[in-house]
């Protein structure tokens, strides 16, 4: 069992940063592939980044691709999440997960075992 808890969230302004973080309780956490996902209002739950278990491997959705950054710390069971050069479009709930390993570099909803309950990133124009 993997406890997941997000924090960072908040109100920026267009063109602004946040760091999210996601902080994992249990046991073996090294074991799991790690993600970001988001969900905007009215819309399905989405996929942002992802990094394997070593950390040596990171992928990214297009529409985040070279502004966000998606690392791991084995030591500290952290995912930070850094965002930078927000847009309007990224204000969503933002949901942490743990899955497999797996050999994919987009994954789905279904790829993931655990979830955090999420955190809100509002960003106004």
């Known amino acids: 069992q993997v406890q997941l808890v997000e924090s960072g969230g908040g109100l920026v302004q267009a063109g602004g940063s946040l760091r999210l973080s996601c902080a994992a309780s249990?046991?073996?956490?090294?074991?799991?592939?790690m993600g970001w996902f988001r969900q905007a209002p009215g819309k399905e739950r989405e996929f942002v980044a992802a990094?394997?278990?070593?950390?040596?491997?990171?992928s990214y959705a297009d529409s985040v691709k070279g502004r966000f950054t998606i690392s791991r710390d084995n030591a500290k069971n952290t995912v930070p999440l850094q965002m930078n050069s927000l847009k309007p479009e990224d204000t969503a709930v933002y949901y942490c997960?743990?899955?497999?390993?797996?050999?994919?570099?987009?994954?789905?909803?279904?790829?993931?075992?655990?979830w955090g309950k999420g955190i809100l990133v509002t960003v106004s124009s």
């Open positions: 997960a743990a899955g497999p390993e797996t050999p994919k570099l987009i994954l789905n909803t279904d790829d993931m075992i655990y």
């Open positions: 249990g046991r073996s956490f090294s074991n799991y592939v």
């Open positions: 990094i394997s278990r070593s950390g040596a491997g990171r």
